[in-house]
């Protein structure tokens, strides 16, 4: 049976513990060091040990013996309420964030899964249907539609939306974004944004392949075309682009670029001159300029730039409205030779040959040949396109040793006016023309290489020649009536006539006969004179003409002046011996038209592949 507090030994044990606990308080309140205090502790414990062995309970007051112990009770267990609650909101909080680790987690592994799964079924899943390099192109096969089932890039228009497209092109650009690719095609002078992302239809593969194909290989690209929500930046097709659904290449570009497409793009940030001497090794490339020198050694590459794309449908087009307005001024085309046993013209600049062990020549003009057609072969009306050499040493910005000649010949009843009226018409016919038809491929140009419109009157402006001297001197440039212009006095000429007549475009007759072929017809009032004439574009000739000579005793003095042996155009001479045709005509360099039309500074610009004193390829 436990004892009481009641009985005199559990007294006396109280009252050692509440002296001995007074003890410890008091050398605590004093900082005394433990040393002092820890055996009267170690005696009190022992006591309360003691103590319980008889009580069969703790030492300490009871909540009834202790009243505001009993208070300070009460505060502890609704903290250690409080505490469980915070514990408990805490552990809450710890099984939500485990929750969502566990469900992230398992999303995660699902995905990988899904993931692994679609790698795993797209490496065993035949995708050339959708992407990859094309079989090499051999015709052994048509398709059901043919080439309807292509449109042209040029052609991809807003009203197509929604359609499927097939477009082949050259690739221009291609970029990677995240797991989408965008890529520029670009046919002729137009582009288009062909857009793809990852998908179940569209491999990651397949995105992949489309950001390391080669840029300028060819590309099949088969899509649906939509409207973007931004107009592309870039394009020409800027309202639409194609989601793309296969990808093929059909040709893949193996070498590297001679220069960057962007950079043979770049608008010309400094006008060059358009007369003097040519140096080829100053046009060479440099930092991100592209020289004309590098462009000519990759002309395949230059070419597909869209200025020079727009350059040469432009010379295209100046060859059909030559065609075409003289076809319906009852002219004919002719085809003439250009191999010939003597000089053209009787001059020292030919390129010669053996003719199976003959001396030969290629021809440096159409001229003798299409007098006879029109003067003595009956034809009256006769004219050409075709190639013409000059074996002449000169590398300036305007010559060319090889270029296309546009001829033309025509008999006349009472004066050569008759040939300067269809010329004149001509020109302003084919003017008229390149503006209705090219206005999209000179806008191009423009873009490139800006230049002004060119300014002609619709009755062409003609001068004699002493009246251009006379302009010439009036504005402080000697220039002798009877001398011959030099290009820069032409140059100047062409200024002053486009200050005071308002054009670009005149014709200056009677020039000094001195300086014109041995077949020009003398003036009849002026035997220094002769009855020729050029014509000019932005101050530069572009056409040399006369009357002809169609006497064969005029023609052989004429040839006797110059210097030449008669038996070697003796065939020449003999056509007019049999009755020909008082007759006239001129030649036009087709290259110097387009080149001064669109303002551009270098003849090479508009030969497609030029041949000069130093450049014989490509």
């Not at 469900?103 to 692994?116: P, V």
């Not at 084919?430 to 491929?441: I, P, Q, R, S, Y």
């Amino acid at each position: 049976m436990s004892a009481t507090p009641e009985d005199p030994a559990i007294a006396e044990l109280n009252d050692q513990i509440a002296a001995l606990g007074l003890s410890i308080s008091e050398a605590k309140k004093a900082a005394a060091p433990k040393e002092e205090w820890d055996p009267l502790l170690q005696q009190m414990l022992a006591l309360k040990v003691q103590y319980k062995q008889l009580t069969g309970h703790d030492h300490g007051p009871s909540k009834k013996e202790a009243p505001k112990s009993e208070s300070k009770g009460e505060s502890n267990e609704e903290a250690s309420e409080k505490n469980k609650e915070k514990r408990a909101k805490k552990a809450a909080e710890k099984a939500a964030k485990e929750e969502k680790k566990r469900k992230q987690r398992e999303e995660r592994e699902a995905r990988e899964r899904e993931k692994l799964e679609k790698l795993s079924a797209a490496a065993t899943k035949d995708w050339s249907h959708v992407f990859g390099d094309a079989p090499m192109i051999q015709s052994s096969s048509k398709s059901e539609d043919g080439i309807n089932k292509w449109t042209k890039i040029g052609d991809l228009k807003k009203e197509l939306e929604g359609k499927k497209v097939v477009v082949r092109g050259h690739l221009h650009t291609s970029r990677g974004v995240g797991k989408g690719a965008f890529v520029l095609l670009r046919s002729s002078l137009y582009t288009v944004q062909c857009v793809a992302f990852e998908s179940n239809d569209v491999p990651s593969a397949m995105i992949k392949y489309m950001t390391n194909v080669p840029v300028e290989s060819i590309v099949d690209v088969c899509g649906i075309l939509t409207i973007p929500e931004k107009a592309v930046e870039g394009a020409t097709q800027s309202e639409v682009e194609i989601q793309v659904q296969s990808y093929h290449c059909v040709q893949k570009a193996t070498a590297a670029m001679p220069f960057q497409m962007e950079d043979a793009c770049r608008p010309d940030t400094v006008k060059e001159t358009d007369v003097g001497a040519y140096d080829h090794e100053a046009n060479q490339s440099e930092g991100g300029r592209v020289g004309q020198e590098t462009r000519l050694d990759h002309r395949w590459i230059d070419l597909r730039t869209p200025a020079n794309q727009s350059i040469f449908r432009i010379q295209s087009m100046v060859c059909t409205l030559f065609r075409e307005y003289l076809l319906s001024q009852n002219f004919i085309e002719i085809h003439t030779p250009k191999i010939l046993s003597g000089a053209s013209e009787g001059g020292a600049d030919v390129f010669t040959l053996d003719y199976f062990g003959k001396p030969a020549c290629l021809s440096m003009s159409p001229q003798l040949h299409k007098q006879m057609a029109a003067a003595c072969g009956g034809f009256e009306r006769v004219f050409e396109i075709g190639p013409v050499f000059r074996a002449e040493n000169s590398n300036t910005r305007r010559h060319l040793c090889e270029f296309t000649g546009l001829d033309l010949e025509m008999a006349i009843m009472e004066h050569y006016d008759e040939v300067l009226d269809v010329i004149g018409d001509l020109f302003v016919y084919m003017f008229d023309g390149l503006k209705t038809k090219c206005a999209n491929e000179l806008q191009r140009v423009k873009e490139q290489h800006g230049f002004e419109d060119l300014e002609y009157l619709r009755k062409t402006l003609k001068i004699d020649y002493a009246t251009g001297c006379k302009l010439l001197r009036e504005a402080g440039i000697a220039q002798d009536d009877y001398d011959d212009l030099s290009t820069e006095n032409e140059k100047k000429l062409g200024d002053i006539v486009k200050e005071k007549y308002k054009t670009d475009f005149f014709i200056m007759d009677k020039y000094p006969l001195a300086v014109r072929p041995f077949y020009t017809m003398p003036d009849p009032n002026n035997p220094k004179l002769s009855n020729s004439y050029d014509i000019f574009i932005r101050g530069q000739e572009i056409l040399s003409g006369a009357q002809r000579i169609h006497e064969p005793a005029l023609l052989e003095e004429r040839a006797k002046a110059w210097g030449i042996d008669v038996s070697t155009i003796s065939s020449y001479l003999d056509a007019f011996r049999n009755g020909a045709l008082p007759h006239g005509g001129g030649g036009i360099g087709m290259e110097r038209v387009v080149m001064l039309y669109l303002g551009l500074p270098n003849i090479r610009k508009s030969s497609m592949f030029p041949r000069d004193p130093r450049r014989i390829a490509p």
